[in-house]
């Protein structure tokens, strides 16, 4: 905020209100009584304060007040607004009102909105108040009458305010104060970061365009607003780390970033190492060394993946990132080391021998039979790497694809997990007594399992040399190059991999039997009746895409009907989960919506809000939801079958 020397030009007052379009949104007539107070009220557009009775400490963005009966406040949309503890009962008007421009398409639209007098900040005595509170008792009034003129008079009297008041203004010198774009945008960031936050959200919250704020913020502190918000997160992100016992996915949702893949990297970006490296080295000295066999003895805790979400122009699958490292001065972990060091030199040795490859183990590579190498097989992965697979793999480690390997009737070694092995629910009925592995799978807990293959779901989780180091401790396949790979041609890969062919192929048949003739019951039931599956966060909703996860199985599979708000989201999101605004929650036009993963709220308390009132599903009772034990944030045979289910429990009565 600057005081500047600049004085109120009436004639450029008087140009932009007669070439602008006027809206009242809003008009106030608010009573404090003795020890209230309002704190940091972010103006929803622009706003007059006319003082009525009393006196008060008012604040404009930090610009204190002295304010008393008939004076006037001016401030533009996103000042922030603050009225200290009131030592006597402090009465008021509010007028809040919106403009639109037409003639900012002209060429010298930048300049004109450095110049916009609707986001000047003053405070004026004016000479004769008793007219102006006249004019503001009665546009009250009228604001609040119903009939199909009200509208047109109280945009009469506002202009007939705004002409008495320009009136005055101009046989008075009043100063002007320059409102701070980057300090309104910094606070309202700090209030907001754990929020979806884009340029342009932020540039219309304070009625400005992306590229003047963007340009301001690099003259003042030499980042872009992004660039500002990205280095707060990772700073809360960091304090969240070391002093709480948040999972990692909790963490990251409470800074902003619901996928908690994307934030581990942008994390590890912008400080050099991840976000459970960070959080291990920051607690060392109270750390137990890492064994992976002690897993089994932790109780099971529900966690679901979430696919892909988006933030801003941002898409990434959700995988934890991180490295849990090892204590140096343990037994244990030497023991680890050593092991590594054979693996190593078995390795090295079968390569200079033109032996078979190895399997990860000096035992394993020494006890391969004629037999067992003769019925080897060599496929070209994802990646286009020629792997030696086993013809009976009986060690499988494959992250995050347990659903496949369940489904074809192969138990895991170790299962995908997050933050201290929480683990994937829905399938713990199989994988009860399976010991959870780091999503990462970071390679010295990987070569402890001692694995005669390992599955990797996709490119991004062998970036690096990561593949190389995976290849030494067993053949290492990678499904695909791309991060969300199609889950029916992911579960044949798999399946001839694992030598499954057929049982993968008759998996497949049997689950397309079922969604068929889930499909038919229900267009029986419901005809064509629309269904959206939304992800409800402390801080945000997410509808799921269309075209994949559980969005794939409603209108692929199940055949119902995609809501428009949900179509038009889908259009241009690339990822699985997209934020959803409060304006279009309200426009979603869904006959039955499935709420997954709440854990911070009841469905009651959610449907509360307002907000969804308008949802045809909540107007007729036909809201079903789904805690983190069901399988709505997964893909495959498994997960969709049971999906299927709750659909059909829910809906067909």
Not at 151 to 157: D, Q
Not at 241 to 262: C, R, W
Not at 406 to 417: F, T
Not at 533 to 538: C, D, G, K, R, S
Request: hydrophobic letters at 40%; a neutral charge; glycine letters at 4%.
């Amino acid at each position: 905020m600057e005081v500047t020397n600049d004085k109120i030009n009436v004639d450029e007052q008087l140009y932009w209100f007669t070439h602008s379009a006027i809206k009242v949104m809003d008009v106030r007539h608010i009573k404090m009584k003795l020890g209230e107070a309002l704190s940091s009220y972010r103006l929803p557009s622009n706003a007059f304060l006319f003082g009525l009775r009393g006196s008060a400490a008012v604040a404009l963005d930090n610009r204190e007040y002295a304010f008393k009966k008939f004076q006037i406040l001016h401030g533009g949309k996103g000042f922030y607004l603050d009225i200290r503890q009131v030592e006597e009962p402090f009465e008021y008007y509010l007028l809040l009102y919106k403009t639109v421009q037409p003639f900012l398409n002209m060429p010298d639209k930048q300049r004109l909105l450095e110049k916009n007098p609707f986001r000047m900040q003053y405070g004026v005595t004016p000479a004769f108040p008793i007219s102006l509170y006249e004019k503001l008792k009665q546009l009250d009034e009228e604001f609040h009458k119903d009939g199909k003129l009200a509208g047109l008079h109280v945009k009469t009297l506002f202009y007939h305010f705004i002409y008495e008041l320009l009136r005055q203004l101009e046989e008075q010198e009043v100063s002007v104060i320059k409102a701070d774009l980057v300090a309104q945008a910094i606070r309202y960031i700090h209030e907001h970061y754990a929020e979806v936050i884009t340029l342009e959200r932020l540039a219309n919250v304070l009625d400005c365009t992306p590229r003047h704020l963007t340009r301001l913020f690099k003259n003042q502190i030499q980042h872009s607003p992004i660039d500002y918000l990205i280095q707060l997160r990772i700073e809360k992100a960091k304090v969240l780390l070391t002093s709480t016992e948040g999972t990692l996915q909790e963490i990251a949702a409470g800074v902003g970033y619901p996928d908690v893949y994307f934030f581990s990297r942008i994390f590890k970006k912008h400080t050099g190492i991840s976000p459970i490296h960070y959080k291990t080295e920051a607690s060392a000295p109270r750390k137990r060394p890492y064994n992976p066999l002690l897993m089994s003895r932790y109780p099971i805790v529900s966690r679901r993946r979430s696919g892909h979400t988006v933030i801003g122009d941002n898409h990434y699958q959700n995988r934890g990132e991180g490295v849990l490292r090892m204590n140096r001065g343990s037994k244990q972990s030497m023991a680890i080391i050593m092991l590594l060091a054979m693996t190593l030199l078995v390795s090295a040795c079968g390569s200079s021998a033109n032996s078979p490859a190895t399997n990860g183990t000096a035992p394993a590579a020494s006890s391969h039979s004629a037999e067992q190498t003769a019925s080897e097989r060599i496929l070209k992965d994802g990646l286009g790497n020629e792997v030696k697979v086993p013809a009976n793999p009986k060690r499988v480690i494959a992250s995050y694809l347990e659903d496949h390997l369940v489904a074809l009737g192969v138990i895991p070694v170790a299962q995908w997990s997050v933050s201290e092995g929480k683990v994937q629910n829905y399938l713990q009925k199989e994988l009860a007594n399976i010991p959870a592995i780091p999503s990462e799978l970071p390679y010295e807990v990987v070569m402890s399992y001692q694995p005669d293959l390992i599955i990797i779901d996709n490119a991004e989780m062998v970036m690096g040399d990561k593949y190389a180091q995976y290849a030494k401790i067993a053949p290492t396949y990678t499904v695909g190059s791309d991060v969300n790979n199609d889950w029916r041609q992911e579960l044949l890969t798999i399946g001839e991999v694992l030598n499954k062919s057929e049982e993968a192929k008759q998996v497949l048949a049997d689950y397309e039997a079922k969604a068929t003739d889930a499909k038919n019951k229900l267009h029986q039931a419901i005809g064509d009746k629309s269904a959206a599956v939304l992800w409800v966060t402390a801080k945000n909703v997410y509808v799921v895409n269309q075209n994949l996860s559980s969005g794939d199985l409603l209108y692929r599979d199940l055949g119902l009907t995609v809501p428009n708000v949900v179509a038009e989201i889908s259009s241009t999101a690339k990822a699985n989960w997209s934020a959803i605004s409060k304006e279009k929650l309200a426009e979603l036009d869904a006959d039955y919506l499935f709420i997954v993963n709440s854990r911070e709220a009841t469905k009651e308390e959610i449907l509360s809000d307002p907000i969804w009132q308008g949802i045809p599903a909540v107007k007729n009772n036909n809201v079903y939801a789904y805690d983190n034990n069901a399988s709505w944030l997964y893909t495959g045979t498994i997960a969709n079958s049971q999906m299927i289910d709750d659909v059909l429990e829910s809906i067909v009565k």
